[in-house]
């Protein structure tokens, strides 16, 4: 397996534009999450999946920011309207929800910087 | 409020001691905690994870302890190598299942 594919893996953009990241699991992995780590706040937890079903999006920043997953293989985090504030790293992982602990893979990320 | 403490500060030391990392939490009431890695432009990967009913875990040169009355963690490495620098994170659920929040991470220097 090729683990977690995040694309792209650099986005530099314009205050105000829209801005995608995709994420694509590992195969079987039945859950999914996506972060954010910057260096004040470190790791924070966006938004997290379970069977392709939001389950908790309480760590979302604002409307501006949006999560879809449309099937078990395919996740996407959109930003829109970006500001420079949401520069950061976005890290998507995935693990297997079985009720006893598993632990994440996460993806190499996308360092997003907005100007 | 909960907290999850790592030691921000850098940890220093020489290669083939052992490196004890420590993880402090208040106010979660975890069924498990784990260790990842982090090196510089990557994402962290998975090391261990210890349940809440276990004192000990150990994984090669790893070794994680957990005691929930003191509501802390140690990680230790033993023998440590240049290539073990990096930094490692702390996490723990909060009884909510399979959502993990992360402590702030210790960076772990050795010198040859």
């Known amino acids: 397996d090729a683990g977690v594919i995040q694309s792209p893996r650099h986005e530099v953009t314009e205050m105000g534009q829209e801005v995608t990241l995709r994420c694509k699991p590992i195969?079987?992995?039945?859950?999914l999450f996506w972060y954010r780590q910057t260096m004040m706040r470190g790791l924070e937890l966006l938004i997290y999946?379970?069977?392709?079903?939001?389950?908790?999006d309480s760590g979302m920043p604002e409307d501006r920011f949006s999560a879809k997953m449309p099937n078990a293989s395919f996740s996407t985090l959109k930003i829109q309207p970006s500001e420079p504030r949401d520069s950061a790293v976005y890290f998507c992982?995935?693990?297997?929800?079985?009720?006893?602990?598993?632990?994440?893979?996460f993806g190499s990320g996308t360092r997003l910087t907005v100007v | 409020s909960q907290k999850i403490e790592q030691n921000s500060e850098a940890l220093n030391i020489q290669e083939g001691k052992t490196a004890t990392l420590t993880c402090n939490y208040t106010n979660y009431s975890p069924a498990y905690l784990q260790w990842y890695r982090q090196d510089p432009g990557r994402g962290p990967v998975f090391l261990l994870l210890i349940r809440e009913n276990e004192k000990e875990k150990r994984k090669e040169r790893l070794k994680v302890t957990f005691d929930t009355t003191l509501k802390q963690s140690l990680f230790h490495i033993t023998a440590s190598q240049p290539a073990d620098s990096a930094t490692y994170l702390c996490a723990l659920d909060n009884n909510a299942g399979n959502m993990l929040t992360f402590g702030g991470g210790t960076r772990l220097m050795v010198k040859p």
């Open positions: 999946f379970n069977n392709n079903v939001p389950i908790d």
């Open positions: 195969s079987g992995h039945n859950s």
């Open positions: 992982a995935s693990n297997i929800d079985r009720g006893l602990g598993y632990g994440y893979t």
